[in-house]
């Protein structure tokens, strides 16, 4: 799927892990690919019912992609099925955790930003306030995008060191 490439190609954007000090681990990534793909689900909602079928289909590829991802990594299958629910549940945290952040004026994106990308690392306030604000940016970008050209699987993210 186009759309969920972008996402991954967007999420390795070296800028983020250079200069806004996310980890640059397979915790680091999936966050990063987390932090895409909830913007694309946030401004995939507009436009529901007639994005339903593409937001699933997102969802299901991402979660496929995670699967293979663990199973190259050298996870056993037993483990599996329970890491790919707890990286699902994790992943409906971040989207209400994100979406509130969006909707509010506070820093309650930033605090979910500290608490979910830079857990487990020692990060500069700046760092993780320009996060913040590069997903206030893009959500906005996002918005502006038709969705007829969104379904179409053509998506533009913008650069995140701008």
Known sequence: MKLYSSVVAQAR??????DLAVPDTPDGRYDMIMIHAFLLLHRLKRDLPNTKEISQALFDIMFEDMDKSLREMGAGDVGIGRRIKEMAKAFYGRIAAYDEGLNRDDDSLDIALQ???????????????ALGSYIRREAVNLSDQPTEAILGGRLSFVDPSQ
């Open 13 to 18: 954007q070296p800028y983020f892990y250079t």
């Open 115 to 129: 608490r979910n990308v830079y857990r487990q690392s020692s990060v500069k306030n700046e760092q993780v306030s």
